[in-house]
Structure formats: C-alpha cells, structure tokens
C-alpha cells in the first residue's frame, strides 16, 4: 500500500526550529521529486519547497527561502523540511507531495499526498 506519513508537527515560538519528515512506504523515494506544501486556515494550499529526484535540485518559495531546508534519505525512504527562524505566517498544515515527473508548485503535479502535520507559531 503506497503511503506518506508525515511527523513533526508541533507548537514553537517565533524564531524557533521544527524538522519535519516524510516517512514513504509501498514505494521508493529514490525516483520521486518530494515537495512540501502547506495550507493555512482559510488560505489555498501553497508550495514550500521540492527536491528533485534528477539531480537533488532544491526550490523555495520565496517566503521560506534562507530559512528552510529540503533534504531526502533514500536509504531511510524519508523526506525532510528542516524550518529555522519560524514565524506567525509560517503556522499551516504542512503535506509533504511525490511527483514521478519533476518538481512543480501546482499540486495537479503530484502523484501522492500525506495526510499533513500541523505546525503552529503562535504570534
């Protein structure tokens, strides 16, 4: 059964730090780009970061550039965001995404979806 399971959610203090990880089973990561996306109340699901599985390529949007990470263990099977300096607008749901094509910020792109983990920053 393919699955992504996300962890690492949680509550922190602006400028704090979380990891977050992307646990795959059914399948392997090695040929999949991994994005994170994350959605806030009211808000539309935006794209975070991706890796890509071609050549370990990473992107950011701009809003997280310079202070989150993107990372995969293919020997673990498992995406990772590392997020510093953690603000307000960072709280949402955060889904980690696998695309077998290339990395992209439109969630049409991605063939499977973690069932999210919820970061908050309170203000």
């Known amino acids: 059964q393919v699955q992504l399971v996300e962890s690492g959610g949680g509550l922190v203090r602006p400028g704090g730090s979380l990891r977050l990880s992307c646990a795959a089973s059914g399948f392997t990561l090695d040929e999949y780009a991994i994005a994170w996306f994350r959605q806030a109340p009211g808000k539309e699901r935006e794209g975070v970061s991706c890796i890509s599985y071609r050549d370990g390529s990473t992107y950011y949007a701009d809003s997280v550039r310079g202070r989150f990470t993107t990372s995969k263990d293919n020997a673990k099977n498992t995406g990772y965001l590392q997020m510093n300096s953690l603000k307000p607008e960072d709280t949402a749901v955060y889904y980690c995404?696998?695309?077998?094509?290339?990395?992209?910020?439109?969630?049409?792109?991605?063939?499977?979806w973690g069932q999210g983990t919820l970061v908050t920053v309170p203000s």
């Open positions: 995404a696998v695309s077998d094509v290339k990395c992209s910020w439109y969630v049409q792109g991605y063939n499977y």
